[in-house]
Nanobody, 116 residues
Framework: QVQLVESGGGLVQAGGSLRLSCAASGSIFSINAMGWYRQAPGKQRELVAI???????NYADSVKGRFTISRDNAKNTVSLQMNSLKPEDTAVYYCRVVDVMRGVYWGQGTQVTVSS
C-alpha cells in the first residue's frame, strides 16, 4: 500500500497564492506520474496538472501561467504552487500518484476556497 498525505489547502482572497504539497510513503516501488486533480461542487473531477518522473508537465488550460507543479523524486513529494487564484479555482484538490507496480493512489483531498 501507498499512503498519500496532502497539506496546504485553505481560504485565500482572489489574486492570492497557496501551495499544496503531497507526500507519498509506504510500499513504493517506482512512482511514474504524480499529479493534482480538483473537484468543485456539482462538477466532475478534473485534471489540474501532472508531472512525470522525467519532469515533463501538463496543465489544464484554465491554470496555465498561474499554477506550477514540481516534484522531488528522492522524497516522493509533489507540490502545486498556485498564484493569481480565482474564485473558480475553489474546489477540493486531490493528489494522484501512479506507481508502476502498485497502481494508482489518491490522497484524501484538501479544500481550497478562493473568495472574491
Amino acid at each position: 500500500q501507498v499512503q498519500l498525505v496532502e497539506s496546504g489547502g485553505g481560504l485565500v482572497q482572489a489574486g492570492g497564492s497557496l501551495r499544496l504539497s503531497c507526500a507519498a510513503s509506504g510500499s513504493i516501488f517506482s512512482i511514474n506520474a504524480m499529479g493534482w486533480y480538483r473537484q468543485a461542487p456539482g462538477k466532475q473531477r478534473e485534471l489540474v496538472a501532472i508531472i512525470t518522473s522525467g519532469g515533463s508537465t501538463n496543465y489544464a488550460d484554465s491554470v496555465k501561467g498561474r499554477f506550477t507543479i514540481s516534484r522531488d523524486n528522492a522524497k516522493n513529494t509533489v507540490s502545486l504552487q498556485m498564484n493569481s487564484l480565482k474564485p473558480e479555482d475553489t474546489a477540493v484538490y486531490y493528489c494522484r500518484v501512479v506507481d508502476v507496480m502498485r497502481g494508482v493512489y489518491w490522497g484524501q483531498g484538501t479544500q481550497v476556497t478562493v473568495s472574491s
